[in-house]
Each structure stands twice: as structure tokens, then as C-alpha cells.
């Protein structure tokens, strides 16, 4: 049996299924997020494990064993997030080297996915998103939060 959104939404207004949550003492303050959050496998719709599972580990306050395991799981997506642009900053940059020895070579220029700034061949510093210094900003602003 699968339980779609919609159907959730239904019960969420029910006074009955509220009551039911705050005896298991669940908080139902933002109930736009429960959904997601009993949706372990983000299919879109909850199966009734899901749901039994879910409602158990949200009884109560939250422990620090729930916290430290939410902090570590950012500390992974950080890495990985980390270790995905040095892979994208490393493969534009051997593509840049690709491109400068065809030029060398005198054969045609391909058409860079990501385009260098003036002059970046020459200081070799390479524009890999508009965005890249707010972006850089903003994560060195997580990873203090996180590691701090």
C-alpha cells in the first residue's frame, strides 16, 4: 500500500491523526515537511514501513546522536560537493591545455564547454562559473559552521 501526497495532506488535517502524532509526542509544526521527511527513498509516495519507521525515530526531542549524524552526513555532502568541482576545475583545465596544443598545432579550435577569461592562459586563471567566488564564499562560511 502506497500513500501519495495528497492523501498525507489529507490526514495531516485530520484531528484525529494530530492527536494521534502528539500523544507519540511528534512534532507537527511545519507539516509541509513531514511528507519528505517520511519519504526515506524520495519516491513520492510513502509505503506504510515508511511511514511506521519515520514516526518512530521522530518521537520525542531530538537527541544529540540525531544531531551528530545530521552533522556528519553535511560534513560528507561538503566533501562531496568539494572533491566534484576540483574534478570539473581539473578537467576544464586539461581541456584548456588540450585546446592551446591544437592551436600550437595549427588545427581548427574547438569550442570550449566553459569559455577563459582574457588574458587566462597568460596568468592561467580560468573563470569556471560566474558564480564561482559567492559559491567559494558561501561554502568556506558552511565548513566554519560545520567544523567549528
Not at 57 to 63: A, E, L, S, V, Y
Request: aromatic share 6%; charged share 35%.
Amino acid at each position: 500500500m502506497r500513500i501519495t501526497r495528497q492523501v498525507f495532506d489529507m490526514w495531516l488535517r485530520d484531528d484525529g491523526f494530530l492527536k494521534l502524532l502528539d500523544s507519540l509526542d511528534i512534532n507537527t509544526s511545519n507539516k509541509a515537511e513531514l511528507f519528505d521527511v517520511l519519504d526515506s527513498d524520495q519516491s513520492g509516495e510513502l509505503e506504510v514501513e515508511e511511514i511506521i519507521s519515520g514516526l518512530m525515530r521522530m518521537r520525542g526531542p531530538p537527541q544529540k546522536s540525531d544531531m551528530i549524524a545530521a552533522l556528519l552526513g553535511v560534513r560528507h555532502a561538503v566533501a562531496v560537493v568539494e572533491d566534484l568541482k576540483q574534478h570539473l576545475v581539473d578537467d576544464f583545465k586539461i581541456g584548456s591545455q588540450h585546446r592551446r596544443r591544437r592551436r600550437q598545432r595549427g588545427a581548427p579550435a574547438e569550442k570550449p564547454a566553459v569559455f577563459p577569461k582574457d588574458d587566462a592562459e597568460d596568468k592561467k586563471e580560468l573563470e569556471v562559473f560566474p558564480e564561482d567566488a559567492a559559491y567559494t564564499k558561501e561554502l568556506e562560511g558552511l565548513r566554519t559552521t560545520i567544523c567549528c
